[in-house]
């Protein structure tokens, strides 16, 4: 992404904005109003921007590339099955019915996610977090080139949070992806993220995440967890106030 910028009523929003995410997770963080939301709907190009977005050395088009968004209402089909919410996506997408190798890929996603025994309810009958982990699947079931996630995780409680990063980062290591990682929550952001971009004054600083050496699925429980923890919310607390 080379100098994004977008503005409102002649106001900047995003200015110059200069970041590349390669498969990777990152981390998009910052306080309320600094324009994360608006950076998905840039790269969704459901807004103008000036500027250049690039996936793969090649500018982004929704023509092209295959993204996958996942927000925080998980924007589910209250009429259709858990199985078919999942299997639309890529089914809509190529415009036909899809081969045995992608609907086993789809089965192999409810598995990993622990969707299988609720496979055929609806979303109305499923709890908060089933209902995230199928826009998980239907997110992983479109093979994206590049996954957004919009305060995914953000309407679960601490538990079932926790039992979601882990889900997560399981299906995410079985088909890794470029990802950016939307995200107010702080704990979430270093134990899910390998860089983060930080947003403030319309700009943003990419850096390494301080954990990034450490496996994700230890660093909950690593020594520097909640001292590094303890210097990020430091630092924004004295940025953004």
Excluded: C
């Amino acid at each position: 992404m080379q100098a994004l910028t977008v503005t409102y009523d002649q106001q900047p929003i995003l200015s110059q904005l200069t970041f590349d995410v390669q498969q990777e997770i990152v981390a998009v963080i910052g306080p309320s109003g600094v324009g994360k939301t608006t950076l998905l709907r840039a790269i969704l190009g459901l807004i103008p921007t000036s500027g250049t977005i690039t996936l793969n050395q090649t500018p982004l088009s929704t023509k092209t590339h295959t993204l996958a968004l996942v927000p925080q209402d998980y924007g589910l089909l209250p009429w259709q099955t858990v199985a078919r919410n999942i299997a639309l996506a890529p089914q809509i997408r190529q415009h036909h019915k899809l081969s045995p190798a992608q609907q086993e890929h789809v089965t192999q996603l409810m598995t990993t996610l622990g969707l299988t025994q609720v496979a055929q309810r609806f979303p109305g009958q499923l709890s908060g977090g089933q209902q995230q982990r199928v826009a998980l699947a239907r997110a992983f079931a479109l093979i994206p080139d590049l996954l957004l996630l919009d305060e995914a995780f953000s309407a679960l409680d601490p538990v079932l949070k926790q039992t979601a990063h882990t889900l997560f980062l399981q299906q995410w290591q079985q088909q890794p992806v470029s990802t950016l990682l939307v995200t107010h929550d702080l704990t979430e952001a270093l134990l899910l993220s390998d860089r983060l971009l930080i947003l403030r004054d319309h700009h943003g600083e990419m850096r390494p995440n301080p954990l990034a050496g450490i496996a994700k699925t230890d660093r909950r429980t690593h020594p520097d967890f909640y001292p590094q923890l303890a210097r990020l919310e430091q630092e924004v607390q004295l940025t953004f106030g």
